[in-house]
């Protein structure tokens, strides 16, 4: 499976972006996706992410009530819309998800870490202007 993740760019703060992640070669559907991101000289972090169980999603603490992730299964698209952003969510953004239903997010115990998931998207740049 591939995953193309896109809707990165330059923002400034207080601003909005939804990010998309198309996937090729599996129904994404059947999948759990998580979105994570790493800025310069720190981790990957897990940010959101919506199971193939019945949908359910989970955020980070650090995001959450600015996040919104979705799904288009018609367009085999999961989403993320971010609001309110800060100059300190400049970040490259990827997409990833869990074949295997192995994650934390597949058994409803949050995002989970980046070893969760299988597969990844290129990452998309965000940046957010003070």
């Known amino acids: 499976v591939q995953l193309q993740a896109s809707g990165g760019g330059l923002v400034h703060a207080g601003g909005s972006l939804r990010l998309s992640c198309v996937a090729s070669?599996?129904?994404?559907?059947?999948?759990?996706v998580g979105w994570f991101r790493q800025a310069p000289g720190k981790e990957r972090e897990g940010i959101a992410c919506?199971?193939?169980?019945?949908?359910?999603?989970f955020y980070a603490d650090s995001m959450k009530g600015r996040l919104l992730i979705s799904r288009d299964n018609v367009k085999n698209t999961v989403y993320l819309q971010m609001n309110s952003l800060k100059p300190e969510d400049t970040a490259v953004y990827y997409c990833?998800?869990?074949?295997?239903?192995?994650?934390?997010?597949?058994?409803?115990?949050?995002?989970?870490?980046?070893?969760?998931?299988?597969?990844w998207g290129q990452g998309t740049l965000v940046t957010v202007s003070s």
């Open positions: 070669g599996r129904t994404l559907s059947s999948s759990t």
């Open positions: 919506i199971n193939s169980n019945d949908d359910s999603t």
């Open positions: 990833a998800a869990d074949s295997r239903g192995m994650s934390r997010c597949f058994i409803r115990r949050g995002v989970g870490p980046h070893d969760d998931y299988d597969y």
